[in-house]
């Protein structure tokens, strides 16, 4: 398939998603029973997103012109993707990357998120059979020749084991931060009670932890992260809560909650579902550059860095862990 025929497929896909038909509505509806985690809301904001901020028609005709795509002639190498499953078609944007290329791939999909993206191939393979030789799936990823594998630092260590000889991007555990200055509005606020709820906190660029300033006056976020009292009724969600709860009051250390959002100061980056972990700091500029130089950080929320409620709203160019996926895909393997 040539370039602009890609792009047109894509095009499409993005129409069908955004349409809703009877068909689509049915498939999230098992996706969701299939996963628990995966809410129909949720479901709903992905889509969404990948459509809004993927699948436009000038945003990958740009795109693909500032790799100079149309040049590249990609030969029968096929790319094994590992494809994590935390949250609703996570591992579109690897998928995208490498059907735009024109490359092969083979794909092993989560157990977790596997309905959906299978679904969407099942519609490219129905509206242009060429899709046929570019796209498979597999739960043993063998025979490749580089691999695009996303996981957990425990299971990254078995993706070096085994693909480490080939070329390779292997994702790792990531989260994301906020940098809070104390001059940020209600409407400020309500975004970052987004960043962090959204997806019930499972996505890499969901906001963890908080930075702030000495001092810091947290009531009005804890109002705000309040629009998320809903989650109490989603038993996953608030079995996390109360189990959590109870463990900072049995450790008799000072925490925050208004109901729903636990806030515990902790230097951890990463925290559980339903908590929120921060930490006061004194000098900004040593704190960014800190930041900015940790491997563990997808993503920084606040002003000056990715404006607050678009964590979970990345474009084709940001790329997960920093690494440029499509640059890696136009290198001779």
Known sequence: MELQERINLLIRLGEYMRDNSEEWQVVKERASRENSWFVPEFIELSVSNICTEFLQKEKLISWAKSYNLKAFRANDSIVGIVMAGNIPLVGFHDFLCVFLSGRRMMIKASSKDEILIKHIVKKMLEWEEPVENHIFFAENLKGCDAYIATGSNNS?????????????????????????????????????????????????????????????????????????????????????????????????KFYMNNGSVIFAENSGLFSPVSQVHYEFYDDAATLISSLQNNQDVQCMVGHGFTPFGKAQQPSLSDYADGVDTMQFLLTGF
């Open 156 to 252: 990254s260590r078995y993706f070096d084991y085994y693909f480490g000889k080939y070329p390779h991007i292997i994702r790792r555990n990531r989260t994301s931060v906020a940098i809070l200055d104390g001059a940020e509005t209600t409407e400020d606020l309500n975004a970052l009670a987004d960043d962090i709820q959204f997806y019930f906190g499972l996505g890499c660029r969901n906001v963890t932890k908080l930075y702030v300033p000495t001092g810091y006056d947290f009531i009005k976020l804890l109002t705000a992260l309040k629009k998320y009292e809903h989650y109490l009724d989603f038993h996953k969600y608030k079995h996390n809560y109360d189990y959590h709860l109870a463990l900072v009051m049995m450790a008799n």
